[in-house]
């Protein structure tokens, strides 16, 4: 908090950039106190609170998805700008929320059919074999990626952190000025390629630190606070 703190005296504005829902960070922001997100991966938008951009996946790829999953018997979950909804609960969908993310999601097949979906997760291992058959059957309508051993991230074809931070800097004129970001995951690889000064954590995976400006600390050990000093931003 002091360095949020720091940054904000110093005229820089703080942005959450990240691959969760704004459900799944409420804490986060409550207790940092930043309003400004770019959130499921570029999917939803927003500035001080106000929402600013959403790109939806259309129904009919949506459709297409459900079927496919269903083939493979993969759960999913649905996910507009504040809400997630799984389309059946199983042993994957507990675990992967149980110990990641602490929330009980509530199940309706046909969410999808009457919400702006931003993202979406398909439950499925690595280990089964099916990613490359959901990222080529979609090629051309959907960005697919896994980012973690339960699932697969899923957002409409572009839609990503970079692209979510070309819009935000286009919509409130803020092209000319220095970006910096900070990232672990392979979902943080094509932002800190984005910004002017991308920072990877000490933790993070390596593909993310080859594609850094500077690698800082791991996360437990004030890793972003000593990113911030090395640029002179606090």
């Known amino acids: 908090m002091k360095a949020l703190n720091q940054l904000r005296k110093n005229n820089v504005l703080p942005v959450i950039s990240t691959g969760r ?3 799944m960070i409420k804490s986060i922001i409550k207790v940092t106190g930043i309003q400004t997100l770019i959130c499921n991966n570029g999917g939803y ?34 996910q507009d700008p504040y809400q997630i ?25 046909k969410f999808y059919q009457s919400h702006p979906i931003v993202f979406v997760h398909v439950f499925t291992h690595k280990e089964d074999g099916h990613d490359l058959d959901y990222i080529n059957h979609f090629k051309g309508q959907l960005h697919i990626l896994r980012n973690n051993p339960y699932t697969l991230d899923v957002t409409k074809v572009g839609v990503s952190k970079k692209l979510g931070i070309q819009i935000l800097l286009k919509k409130l004129h803020l092209q000319n000025i220095p ?10 690889i094509e932002m800190l390629d984005q910004v002017d000064y991308g920072i990877a954590m000490g933790n993070g995976v390596k593909a993310c630190k080859d594609n850094a400006s500077f690698v800082t600390d791991t996360d437990d050990r004030d890793g972003i606070a000593k990113g911030l000093k090395h640029y002179h931003l606090i």
């Open 21 to 23: 829902n704004t459900s």
């Open 45 to 78: 938008l927003q500035y001080q609170g106000k929402p600013l951009n959403t790109i939806a996946i259309p129904t009919p790829v949506l459709e297409n998805l459900v079927n496919m999953a269903s083939k493979y018997h993969n759960a999913l979950d649905f």
């Open 85 to 109: 909804v799984l389309s059946q609960a199983n042993a994957l969908t507990t675990d992967f929320y149980a110990h990641r993310i602490t929330l009980n999601p509530p199940v309706n097949k």
């Open 179 to 188: 970006t910096y970001a900070f990232g672990d995951g392979a979902n943080d």
